[in-house]
């Protein structure tokens, strides 16, 4: 997928959802295998590293839920392209996973990512949000909106989060998606 195009995708900060909505928009004219990839922690939020918001390379956030373009060109590895990190873009998925979560104490283990990898194409038609997670109780944004209209009619995000829920796409714990979508992945 032409990196040029990627970087010509719309990108708000904190509206990551829509960001790779955008992407998958540009991917579904694409000759690519294109997903997007929701992730949460095992039990809620999860762990990261190397993040645009973090202060330092090494300090770890914690994301309620992140989300990613996961895409591949034909006879070609996976490859990620995330706005939010300070990885080189586009890189392999096994350096995105290796450089993006942490390995974590076994009493932290609740924020072990989950994958929710779905099809680019699936996720333009699906995905709806009316940024209501954005909001507090007041109605008052927790950070400033992007500038364009949002996405959809409703809001389904909360479906997308919940690894518990078989709404759309695959879901995949940290070891699954390492040997799916890894270097040596045919």
């Not at 997928?1 to 998958?24: A, D, G």
């Not at 939010?84 to 890189?91: A, N």
């Not at 995105?96 to 989950?114: E, H, I, K």
């Not at 680019?120 to 927790?142: I, N, W």
Request: aromatic share 12%; with cysteine.
């Amino acid at each position: 997928m032409n990196t040029t195009l990627l970087k010509k995708c719309r990108y708000w900060p904190f509206y990551c959802e829509e960001n790779v909505w955008s992407l998958c928009q540009a991917a579904c004219g694409q000759p690519v295998d294109a997903r997007a990839v929701v992730v949460t922690g095992q039990d809620g939020p999860v762990a990261f590293l190397r993040q645009r918001a973090l202060p330092a390379e090494e300090c770890i956030l914690t994301w309620d839920y992140h989300v990613f373009l996961l895409f591949r060109e034909p006879h070609r590895s996976w490859k990620v392209f995330d706005p939010d990190t300070i990885l080189p873009q586009p890189c392999s998925a096994d350096v995105y996973a290796l450089g993006s979560f942490p390995d974590l104490d076994p009493t932290a283990s609740g924020y072990r990512p989950r994958f929710r990898c779905v099809e680019a194409s699936l996720y333009v038609k699906t995905f709806c949000s009316d940024r209501r997670h954005m909001r507090d109780a007041s109605g008052q944004y927790f950070q400033t909106p992007p500038p364009w209209p949002t996405v959809g009619h409703g809001h389904n995000l909360d479906r997308l989060i919940d690894m518990s829920d078989p709404f759309v796409g695959e879901i995949l714990d940290d070891k699954e998606f390492r040997l799916q979508f890894g270097e040596n992945t045919p």
